[in-house]
């Protein structure tokens, strides 16, 4: 199946937050998530990467605006738990790109953080779909990567889009 | 933005890789993937949560077939990365649930996760773009964990796929 990279967008003004070793058993997720949901907090990005031994972090990202009553829930949650503690960073964009077919293939992929790795820029938190592949960077770079990828992928004026 | 439901697909078959602890410095998650890429080793998810200290754990889910060269892929850069090291498990699916609207709302996610926490599947990766939500389970939970999310999402006959 053909790869086609339509587009890159870019949101500014996010924000990163982890919860970190938590317990990682059924219904963890369900009570994070509920919690948030019950705030009326929006969520962009969920990712839990592999955890080690019998805990795992799961970090979320989100408009900046949402952070502090996210951090402020998840703080609560994090004591009930026993977690590790929540961490979060107030300055960060999120660039992806979308397209269609299975955009993560490694070469798609491989292209889009060589984008940025040429650019010295350091891709923080990575999540992906079939057809979108986001990372998440300092919002510094936000301009420059969207440049970037753009660029490398030879994508026409139509298909760049700040959000 | 109604946010709407669509569906739940299932990939059985699949295998998740990490490898862990590699420098968390620009330029390497582009070395992991054009190696990866080199090899002609597709992916489905590409998952980088947050990291501590200046590492970070890199996961992938992928088809079971392509495990074994992904992971000798993976242990010869983590050598030279003099990264922590790389880990696998060859025995899990992959179940989404596709829609519109902003599927990572928390109200969704946590629906969706609630219905694994009920039948007490334990949920060990999440990826999210804003029409996906993947969760990576053991891969015994399948057709059980496809069942239950069509129940509490009330999908009909005609959105329920198995990949
Ligand atoms: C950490 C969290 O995802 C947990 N494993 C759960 O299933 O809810
Ligand atoms: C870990 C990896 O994503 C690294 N931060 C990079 O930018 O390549």
Redesign the interface.
Known sequence: EKVVVTGVTADKDMA?I?I?KVP???????KL??A??REG???????????EGNVT???IVLKREYMERAVEVLRRLSKQLKAQGV?FDANVAEV?IVGSG?V????V??RM??A??KR???????????????CVIHKRHVREAVRAIHEDFKLGKLKRRLA
Chains 1, 2 share one sequence.
């Open positions: 990163k982890a970190q990682d058993r059924p219904g963890i997720a369900a998530f509920g948030l949901a907090i929006s969520v962009h990005l969920i990712i839990q990467s592999i955890g972090d799961v970090t961490i992806s299975m993560t293939e490694p070469g992929a491989a953080f060589r940025l790795a010295k820029i350091n891709i923080e938190l990575i999540s992906t779909s079939h057809i979108r592949i986001s």
